[in-house]
């Protein structure tokens, strides 16, 4: 039974001597595999009895083959393209019915009229040719499969096209990230944890989302409420409404923390999370924890191992309010950075319309001071094709803002983008200015650059400085210019280099710069970086006070590291990592071997020597992913101690069919998708796999709003004897909602007989089987096998023998179904009527 997918492909034409027809048979033996007949050639019926096939058959396949009447699961292609499986209805003579369920599969257009009423609407056959007669429609019963060549006015608009979008649902969300680190030196044990959580829910296409975090660093602990708001979009005004605890994404005064209400363009909830182009780039000196803040507010945390890393698709409070970067080793060093806005403002594009905010500042920079109640507006307009403009206003009882922008793209390659503020603090009577300006351009083919300025004077305040007297030093340590430049090139031979320079000078004179550098190159047998990391100026690096080796990390102007790795790939996912890097005056090497070992597993383990100290470390980490969570573990140690680090992340959706967990985050728009009840299935989706639970189900995580994800199932990852009608669904999402996709699933009941009659001798080769509506299924093959594609539908069969009687099969329910067996084997007694 092994060759009989091959020989679903193999039917062809019978050829035109009857003489010819032997072993015909076996391929009758499959339902729907008779091989084609040229219209109006017959049969010697004399050729078929002397070859044991019942002439009863000629009957059913005298014009040519065809498709047995009823409802049969086909592959269905449509002006080329397969579309999957379907449930198609044919017949009494093996014409295709235009259902509904297949018009709505194809994407078809349903005609009015209907050709031949059924019981129940469904079941209907539209009068599709009628409407469109130059469609033409080939059917391939020899492979199980239907294809329709329509004309283009016959196709449905595309959903996005029509404006239609899945709406409404209702379930709720939870997510988690808990870090862990701890250590045991000679000073004494260490421990930090954290655990940043969100909860919420979409109802009726309202999302409701609340944020917090909880830190303990050696036994202090704190915790903080971030945000909690209600959002929806709003069609009729083609805007975004949010209502609670929020930050404003004015493109002018973006970032201020207020308590009220929001309106903006829904352009801006059309945008994907992390679709902005603000790029974290650093190198981490050993396994640390990166956090990023923007206006204040936590926006990413995460843990790296050693060496440089990238942080990308940042989910962004504003395109107008820096990045604050610190990165915290496991010793306790902490070194920070910082991130213009201006480096990013470009990559955030105002979406055309109307915004709108009010409500009161929910924190001020000094704790004593009030919180005003803030109101601010603007709009964006399109100017042509390649100019955009906005305005705004900003306005408390003591302060007031005005501010500008003006984009344009020239010859279709260079992004300009410049904005100016202006502040009055009336209280104080002081008044200012901040501009910027932004460039990006592809100099050449493969040659990106990018440059950016911002400068403000020493009269501008902010809305959260508003109202108070700074102190002289507070005044003179504020920023006055920051410049930013960018540089990548690619190159087929050189390999690819990368260059970030930021610079910020104060009022009073000091400076504090910021480069990166990068170059890697793919060899034949290892691909080779080096990278530098140098910080001048600001804050300087230093260790936990209670470290023994701080004396070997102290305060120094310029903070400069490097590093040289090479990576040699030794077959599979397995790779050796050797490096070697200097920070100031000190010098160390190591090699380490990674290893995907399936899509659940990662790890690596290394050793590390300390040149300059001749002190040598070992460390190891497991990234795993059960299906329903993600788990990271990790431990080092070395002369001064051991160290200790664990990250536990993933989401939690609670809905209508029970409790679902998922190993990503929950995002706004998301769902549950389901393959009937089978565990384990694998589906791929926007955000990455999933698998379904013991039920079924798994938690798509994030679908793009007003875009279509394509989710697919993995049918390799299906029992044997299951299969579905189409592996491939294709959703819209409006922002918001939750959705439910179900994929339909077989279960094909398989079963090769092994039939006698009453006297215990095999049934006749070629004698015909039909079922109990007297619809032919297959024939006898030698030795009285008898092997039924689906036997789900037909536990009575009647065969109809050469000497023009018939028996009756009865076929025993399975009583344990085993879905992994790709068929059963069964024996039965056929017993004369």
Not at 740 to 755: P, Q
Request: glycine share 10%.
């Amino acid at each position: 039974m092994t060759n009989l997918s091959s020989h679903r492909s193999a039917a062809s034409c019978w050829p035109r001597r009857p003489t010819l027809l032997v072993g015909v048979a076996t391929l009758w033996s499959l339902p729907g595999l008779v091989p084609a007949l040229e219209l109006g050639e017959g049969f010697d019926l004399a050729a078929l009895t002397t070859h044991g096939i019942d002439p009863k058959v000629s009957d059913y396949f005298r014009s040519a083959a065809r498709f047995r009447e009823g409802v049969h699961v086909v592959g269905l292609r449509v002006n080329g393209d397969p579309l999957g499986l379907v449930d198609a209805r044919f017949d009494a003579q093996g014409q295709l019915c235009f259902t509904p369920g297949l018009l709505e599969k194809a994407g078809l257009v349903k005609p009015g009229d209907v050709v031949r009423a059924a019981a129940t609407a469904d079941q209907a056959c539209h009068d599709f040719l009628g409407a469109f007669p130059t469609t033409m429609v080939r059917l391939r019963p020899g492979s199980d499969e239907v294809a329709l060549v329509v004309p283009t006015g016959s196709l449905r608009e595309p959903q996005w096209d029509a404006g239609e979008f899945a709406r409404g649902g209702a379930a709720a969300m939870f997510n988690y990230d808990v870090q862990g680190l701890d250590s045991h030196s000679r000073s004494g044990p260490s421990r930090f944890v954290s655990a940043y959580t969100e909860a919420g829910f979409n109802l009726g296409d309202w999302l409701v989302r609340s944020r917090q975090f909880y830190v303990s660093d050696n036994g202090t602990a704190r915790t903080e409420h971030l945000y909690a708001y209600a959002q929806r979009d709003i069609a009729a005004l083609q805007s975004t409404f949010q209502v609670g605890q929020l930050s404003s994404n004015n493109p002018l005064f973006g970032g201020i923390q207020l308590s009220g209400v929001q309106f903006s363009p829904d352009g801006q909830s059309r945008a994907p999370a992390g679709s902005n182009n603000a790029v974290v780039e650093g190198l981490a000196q050993s396994q640390s924890r990166i956090e990023v803040r923007q206006s204040g507010v936590l926006i990413h945390s995460t843990l790296v191992p050693e060496g440089p890393f990238r942080l990308t698709g940042l989910p962004l409070l504003n395109g107008t309010s820096d990045l604050e970067v610190s990165v915290i080793d496991v010793r306790g060093a902490k070194r920070s950075f910082v991130v213009p806005a201006a480096s990013f403002a470009g990559a955030v594009p105002a979406a055309p319309g109307y915004y709108f905010a009010l409500g009161k500042v929910r924190e001020n920079a000094q704790e004593e001071a009030r919180s005003p109640v803030v109101a601010m507006g603007g709009g964006t307009w399109g100017l042509g094709r390649d100019t955009s403009a906005g305005l705004g206003l900003l306005g408390t009882d003591e302060y007031g803002a005005a501010g500008g922008t003006l984009s344009h793209v020239f010859f279709q390659r260079v992004s300009v983008g410049a904005r100016h503020n202006l502040s009055r603090d009336s209280r104080n009577a002081v008044s200012g200015s901040r501009s910027s300006v932004s460039v990006s351009s592809p100099v050449f083919a493969n040659i990106d650059a990018n440059l950016s300025a911002t400068t403000q004077t020493r009269g501008y305040r902010e809305v959260l400085e508003a109202g108070r007297s700074p102190k002289v030093d507070e005044l003179d340590s504020r920023f006055k210019n920051q410049y930013t430049a960018g540089l990548s090139w690619v190159d087929d031979t050189l390999g690819a280099f990368s260059l970030g320079y930021t610079r910020s000078a104060q009022v009073n004179g000091q400076a504090t710069e910021h480069v990166f550098a990068s170059w890697n190159k793919s060899l034949r047998y290892a691909d080779i970086a080096l990278v530098a990391d140098s910080q001048v100026g600001g804050t300087s690096p230093r260790r936990n006070v209670n470290d023994p080796d701080r004396r070997r990390d102290t305060a120094r102007d310029n903070d400069l590291s490097v590093r040289l790795q090479v990576s040699v790939p030794l077959g599979g996912d397995r790779r050796v990592n050797s490096y070697i890097s200097r920070r100031g005056d000190q010098s160390r090497a190591g090699t380490a071997l990674s290893e995907r070992v399936n899509e659940y597993v990662n790890y690596e383990v290394g050793v590390e020597r300390d040149l300059s100290a001749r002190e040598q470390s070992m460390h190891g980490r497991v990234d795993l992913m059960p299906r329903y969570t993600r788990v990271g573990l990790g431990v080092s140690r070395d002369p001064s101690g051991t160290r200790y680090s664990g990250q536990l992340q993933g989401g939690v959706v609670a809905h209508g069919g029970g409790v679902t967990f998922s190993p990503y985050a929950v995002q706004d728009t998301f769902g549950i998708v389901s393959v009937g009840d089978i565990g384990s299935a694998r589906i791929d989706t926007p955000q990455g796999p999933v698998w379904t639970d013991f039920s079924g189900q798994a938690v798509l995580p994030a679908l793009p709003a007003y875009t279509n994800s394509r989710i697919e199932v993995q049918t390799q990852s299906l029992p044997k004897r299951v299969d579905l009608k189409n592996g491939t669904q294709v959703l819209a999402a409006g922002r918001g909602s939750f959705n439910n996709v179900a994929f339909d699933v077989v279960k094909v009941r398989r079963v090769l007989i092994s039939a006698s009659d009453a006297q215990g001798r095999p049934l006749p080769q070629g004698a015909a089987v039909f079922d109990k509506d007297n619809r032919f299924l297959t024939s006898v093959v030698g030795e009285g096998m008898i092997f039924l594609n689906d036997a789900n539908d037909a536990p009575n069969l009647r065969v109809s023998l050469s000497d023009s009687s018939s028996c009756l099969l009865n076929l025993a329910p399975e009583t344990q179904a085993d879905n992994d067996k790709f068929y059963e084997t069964t024996s039965a007694v056929c017993h004369g009527r």
